[in-house]
C-alpha cells in the first residue's frame, strides 16, 4: 500500500466534521477497500480555532482555499461550503487544476448543473454528490449505476425532513402548522427561516438531480410546479385519514409517459397502503419504477452530521476506486420529448372549500364544477349554525388541472367564500 491520495476538505462546519471523523474512525478500513492510503491532507475554513470534537493532525488546518486549490499533490477536493458563492469559484477552480470534487451541495447543482459537468468533463475529473440527495440513503449511484438496465418510468420521493416531520406531528397529535414548525425549530429540525424546506424548494432541487439520472433530463425549478405545506391543516389531515385512508406528504414526483415527463413538487394525498405512507419524522425514501426491475424504495436518513459524511465519504472512496472512470450522469440519451406542464396534468383532486352554510351554495359549486368538466366523487360539510362559514369538503374523480384550477378562481370569487380553497392532489 505504497500510492497515497490527498484529500482536501472545503468547509469544517457539522457536515465536515462528520467526514473527518468518518475518516478517523473506519481509515483502515477505507484504505483496505482502495488498497492505497486515503490522507486528508488539508481542511479550509474560516474558523480554525473553534474545537470541532474531532481529531486532527498538526498543520492540517488552514485558513486559506488556495492551499488545497493549487497544491498539485491533492488529488480530491470535498466541498462543503454550501451556497453558491463561492462555492461554485471553488469547484471550477479544482477541476480545472486537474482534481476530482465531491460536494453535498444540491442548491449548486441544481442551478449550475451544466457549467459544472460541461468543466468536470473538460478537465477529465469526476464531481460526486451522493450526499446531495437523501443525506446517508445510498440513493443516485444505485439510480446511476446498478439501475442502468432500467428505463426509469417514475420517481417519487419524500425528500425533505423538516417537511415531513411536520406533517407526521400534525397527524399524531392533531396540531396545527405553525404550532409544530415552532417546535420543530425549537428541536432543531427546521432552520430560523424555515421557508426553504415549507415551500418545497429544496425538494424542487434535489428533484432535478433525480430527474437528470432517472430521464437524462436537466429542468430548471422555474419549468415547473413547487408547493409548500403552509396551508395544510388538521382538518385536512383528518378528513385524509378518516375518508380517504391516505396520509399527506409533500412529495417530489417525476413521471413519463409517451415521450412526455411530468415533474412537480406538491402536498400530496398518498393512499395508506403505498409504501411512502410510512416514512415518517425527518427520514427520506425516494420510491421508482424501473421497466425491468419494476418498484424499488430506498430509505433512510435523509440528513443529518454522520449520515451525510457517510455519503460524502463514500463518494471519495469510489472515486479513488475507479480515478480513470468517464464522467456520466444518467441516460447518455433521453427519452424525454416534452416537460409536461402542470396545467396539462390529470389527477384526482381534494378540494376544501371554506363557504357560508346558506341554502344553495352547494348547488352553485358543484355547477361551476360541472360546467368544467369536473365529476365530483364524494362531497362532506361539516355542520354548523346558519351563516357560519365551514369548510366543504370534495373529492373529484380524474380531471384536468387547468379545469380545476380555472373552476376554483371562479369559486373563491363567489361572495359566500370566506376563504381561498385548498387544492390537494391524489397520487
Known sequence: MEETVNIGLIGFGT???GVVATLNQNIQLLESKVNKKVNLKRIVDLDITTDRGVEVKPGVLSTNVDDILEDDEIDIV?????GYQPALNFILKAMENGKHV???NKAL???HWQEITDSAQKNGVRIAFEASVGGGIPLLAPLNDGLTANNIETIYGIINGTANYILTKMAAEGLDFDTVLKEAQEMGY?????????????TAQKLIILSILGFGVYVKQERFHVEGITR???DDIRFAREELESVIKLLAIAQITDGELEIRVHPTLVPETHLLAAVNDVFNAVYLVGDVVGPVLMYGAGAGMMPTASAVVADCI????DMERPVAYGPKETRVEKIKDISEVESKY?????????????HSISGVLSDLDISIESVSQKKADKGEAVPIFIVTHHALEKNVQEALTLIDQMDFVKEETVLIRLL
Not at 470535498?78 to 454550501?82: C, F, H, K, P, S
Not at 427546521?190 to 424546506?197: G, H, N
Not at 469510489?318 to 476506486?321: G, L, S, W, Y
Open 190 to 202: 427546521a432552520e430560523a427561516d424555515p421557508t426553504f424546506d415549507i415551500e418545497g424548494h429544496d
Open 109 to 111: 447543482l441544481a442551478k
Open 102 to 104: 465531491v460536494t453535498a
Open 318 to 321: 469510489d472515486i479513488i476506486q
Open 15 to 17: 457536515i465536515g466534521s
Open 232 to 234: 395544510i391543516t388538521p
Open 350 to 362: 381534494y378540494l376544501r372549500i371554506t363557504a357560508l352554510d346558506e341554502p344553495g351554495v352547494l
Open 78 to 82: 470535498i466541498e462543503l461550503v454550501g
